[in-house]
């Protein structure tokens, strides 16, 4: 209002320096309106909704900016932890640190996840990568294979709780990896046996494997190893039981040769 009396109602005897000086004034004045009005949208923005929040983090995701997309996140969980979008922001946590490899924390998050929202429509995502996040720790070539076998039993309890889930298909075939790779690890033991001439614990785990993993494709080996083992335990009977068993179901393995010499020895 002083602005516009200011330039409204100048003075008729006012000086050339009086005008200049009123027209500086009128302009530090009106800078300082200005600066005033913006000061509310500059230094208080306007904050982002949890809804906005959620979306802005699904987006860095799909571009892999974990960083922000955590930060967008972390801002809903602390700041609307009332909001339904929380429910959203836990899941994506989770999936962030799947993401970034961080498969023990993606783990206890994705646990954390169905503990608390177990009927949630996306509660079989989070179950599927729960059992993924085992998947991925797991390591054949070490004798420990708890990851693999806890892989299994997440796969196992996710296909039992969520027949029609969409990720079913890929949940059946890593079950199967699990599988494989749990058997795997046991031949290797129980060559590791037979090599070191300890043939009591190799038949332990060989007898193991086939009790437990009926069908894996080295079977045929398993069976010629183990009577082998048993022929140096000189039980020959058993050992003469799975050359025959050998030759029966795999007539066309590499290792019956060598079984048929065996039986021929021990005859």
Do not use: W
Request: proline share 4%; net charge neutral; hydrophobic share 40%.
């Amino acid at each position: 209002m002083i602005v516009f009396l200011l330039f409204r109602f100048p003075r008729k005897d006012m000086t050339p320096l009086h005008i200049r000086f009123q027209t500086v004034l009128i302009l530090f004045l009106s800078g300082l309106l200005f600066l005033n009005g913006c000061s509310g949208s500059l230094l208080n923005p306007r904050k982002e909704t949890p809804g906005e929040l959620v979306q802005k983090a699904v987006t860095y995701i799909r571009v892999d900016n974990y960083i922000d997309a955590k930060a967008a996140v972390k801002e809903v969980l602390e700041d609307y932890p009332d909001s339904p979008e929380r429910v959203i922001a836990s899941l994506l946590k989770a999936e962030i640190h799947y993401k970034e490899g961080e498969y023990e924390q993606s783990k206890y998050l994705f646990k954390a996840f169905l503990e608390l929202y177990p009927a949630h429509r996306l509660a079989d995502r989070a179950s599927f990568f729960l059992a993924m996040s085992d998947f991925k720790l797991m390591d054949i070539e070490t004798r420990d294979q708890t990851s693999a076998q806890n892989a299994l039993e997440e796969f196992d309890k996710f296909l039992t709780e969520f027949p029609e889930s969409k990720y079913r298909p890929q949940a059946l075939i890593k079950k199967k990896e699990c599988i494989a790779s749990l058997a795997r690890n046991q031949m290797a033991i129980g060559k590791f046996y037979f090599r070191t001439s300890s043939f009591h614990s190799a038949i332990n785990r060989f007898q193991q494997l086939l009790s437990a993993y009926p069908d894996q494709p080295f079977l045929d080996e398993v069976l010629f190893l183990l009577g082998e083992s048993y022929y140096n335990e000189q039980n020959f009977d058993a050992a003469k039981t799975n050359y025959h068993h050998l030759i029966r179901k795999f007539p066309r393995s590499e290792f019956v040769k060598e079984a048929r010499v065996r039986l021929r020895e021990i005859q």
